[in-house]
């Protein structure tokens, strides 16, 4: 399986491995920065070679734990062009959600590392150090989302990005979608709609998953689903919808959910609202 290949299957854990890469790069250059420098005063290095390290890989973890919830976040108030006017406010207020979860967790594994060493840590005076910090803070949380998003583009780019096929011009909306177009490092090629086995949602895209492969196209989940209805898709969750003849099996849980196995081994979700349209239509 190639890079790009396992890229497709988890894009989110590569996205957090490149921005933990960033931060221990950066922040490693921060502690020796600050060694180099104490190094170079008349009375030397006053204070324990770790100390440095101590704060900026604190900082860095807990910057770290906090992306997950940044996904999840970009999810639901995506901060792209179309709304960015509208979710610019929105995300500012995050930020600082955002730094004071980061502080919080600094502090408590600067303590920790600090006790383990017999030694006090004091954050100092909040009202100044929370100024402090969130304007670094900021600053990461934008940073991290232009990561983000460049990373997204970079590898639509390479994946291939699917497009509705019109019949002219002017139409905007194909009677039947039958076949979509994937541009892919400046070739294009064409995939069956038949041939999806499930799509996702995915902030301003919709995943289509074929054969083990996915190809991003820029739609809503519901918007693509009705365009192909008639071909056996259905909506299975808010999140997910589904090929119907991929369909291997259904599961029934507890929660009055369900659990749809695909033929491919894949476990999808299948919520209570959707589920007994679902199986009339397996019927």
């Known amino acids: 399986?190639?890079?790009?290949?396992?890229?497709?299957?988890?894009?989110?854990?590569?996205?957090?491995?490149?921005?933990?890469?960033?931060?221990?790069?950066?922040?490693?250059i921060s502690a020796t920065s600050i060694l180099m420098e104490s190094s170079r005063q008349a009375h030397g290095i006053s204070f324990p070679l770790w100390q440095p390290f101590a704060l900026e890989y604190?900082?860095?973890?807990?910057?770290?734990?906090?992306?997950?919830?940044?996904?999840?976040?970009l999810e639901k108030v995506p901060l792209t062009w179309s709304f960015i006017k509208k979710n610019i406010a929105l995300h500012l207020l995050g930020s600082i959600v955002f730094s004071l979860i980061h502080i919080f967790l600094m502090v408590v594994f600067r303590k920790i590392i600090y006790i383990s060493q017999n030694?006090?840590?004091?954050?100092?005076?909040?009202?100044?150090?929370?100024?402090?910090?969130?304007?670094?803070?900021?600053?990461?949380?934008?940073?991290?989302?232009?990561?983000?998003?460049?990373?997204?583009?970079?590898?639509?780019?390479?994946?291939?990005?699917?497009?509705?096929i019109t019949d002219g011009v002017n139409s905007s909306k194909p009677q039947k979608l039958e076949r979509l177009i994937v541009k892919k490092l400046g070739e294009e090629f064409i995939i069956k709609v038949e041939d999806i086995e499930w799509l996702e949602s995915s902030g301003n895209y919709v995943n289509l998953h074929i054969k083990n492969r996915i190809y991003p196209t820029r739609s809503t989940l519901s918007h693509f689903i009705e365009l192909i209805s008639e071909q056996g898709f259905f909506r299975i969750h808010r999140s997910y919808g589904v090929n119907l003849k991929f369909v291997k099996s259904i599961k029934p849980l507890t929660t009055g959910d369900c659990e749809i196995k695909l033929e491919s081994?894949?476990?999808?979700?299948?919520s209570r609202r959707y589920r007994d349209e679902l199986k009339a239509n397996l019927i």
């Open 265 to 270: 081994g894949e476990v999808l979700s299948l």
């Open 119 to 164: 030694l006090h840590y004091e954050f100092g005076e909040i009202p100044a150090e929370l100024f402090y910090e969130y304007r670094k803070d900021i600053w990461a949380y934008f940073i991290f989302i232009i990561i983000i998003y460049s990373f997204r583009f970079v590898t639509s780019r390479m994946i291939g990005e699917a497009q509705i």
């Open 58 to 73: 604190s900082s860095a973890l807990s910057l770290i734990l906090l992306v997950p919830l940044l996904f999840i976040f």
């Open 1 to 28: 399986m190639t890079l790009l290949s396992k890229f497709e299957k988890q894009p989110k854990l590569y996205e957090l491995l490149f921005i933990s890469c960033y931060l221990l790069i950066n922040n490693t």
